[in-house]
């Protein structure tokens, strides 16, 4: 099991800990499981940018990036080297901790 602690840039927002989150879902669908809203114009299928986040800890406990989710890095705002689709931030097998931060979200339309 892990532990993920998200924290917001966007103002009103107070971090959030998640325990015993299972391994083979993503940092996404734990958050919306969990009634954390994060932005998934896509529907979580790595088809935008909109879920990105910044994986300040535990990256390599997650799956690795994949090229398709570089090019849509690559389309986020204020892109970073530890910059992930949280869609595509599968837990792997283990433990551990995960720290999440997300951007500020409210200037994205849609979901």
Do not use: W
């Not at 689709?85 to 951007?103: A, D, F, M, R, T």
């Amino acid at each position: 099991m892990y532990k993920i602690h998200y924290t917001f840039e966007e103002k009103g927002l107070e971090p959030i800990t998640i325990e015993n989150a299972e391994s083979g879902f993503s940092v996404l669908e734990i958050a919306l499981k969990n009634k954390i809203e994060i932005s998934h114009n896509c529907g979580g299928v790595c088809a935008c940018s909109t879920c990105h986040v910044y994986i300040e800890q535990g990256d390599d406990q997650i799956e690795e990036l994949s090229d398709k989710e570089e090019d849509f890095i690559d389309r986020a705002r204020n892109p970073k080297l530890s910059s992930r689709l949280s869609c595509q931030c599968v837990l792997e097998e283990g433990e551990g901790e995960i720290k999440v931060h997300v951007p500020d979200q409210s200037v994205i339309l849609g979901e």
